[in-house]
C-alpha cells in the first residue's frame, strides 16, 4: 500500500500528520509529504483515517 499527497490540492492544515505520523509529515514547502516508500503495515488503518478526513481530498492511499 502506498500513499500519494497532491501538493497542489493540499492546503496545509496539518491534519494528516496527526493523524498518521508514521506515514505524513509537514514539509519545508508548507505542504504534507509522504515519508515512506510502503504504508507499514501496522499504519494502513491510520493512513487511510488520513485519506478520509483530509479536508481538501489531497491524499489518495492505495
Ligand atoms: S490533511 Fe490534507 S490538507 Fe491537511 S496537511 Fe494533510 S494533505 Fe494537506
Keep these: 500500500m502506498k500513499a500519494f499527497v497532491d501538493k497542489d490540492t493540499c492546503i496545509g492544515c496539518g491534519l494528516c500528520p496527526s493523524i498518521s505520523p508514521e506515514v505524513f509529515d509537514m514539509q519545508e514547502d508548507g505542504k504534507a509529504g509522504v515519508i515512506v516508500d510502503e504504508v507499514p503495515a501496522g499504519s ?12 481538501v481530498n489531497a491524499i489518495k492511499v492505495e
Design 44 to 55: 494502513e488503518d491510520s493512513a487511510k483515517e488520513a485519506e478520509e478526513n483530509c479536508p
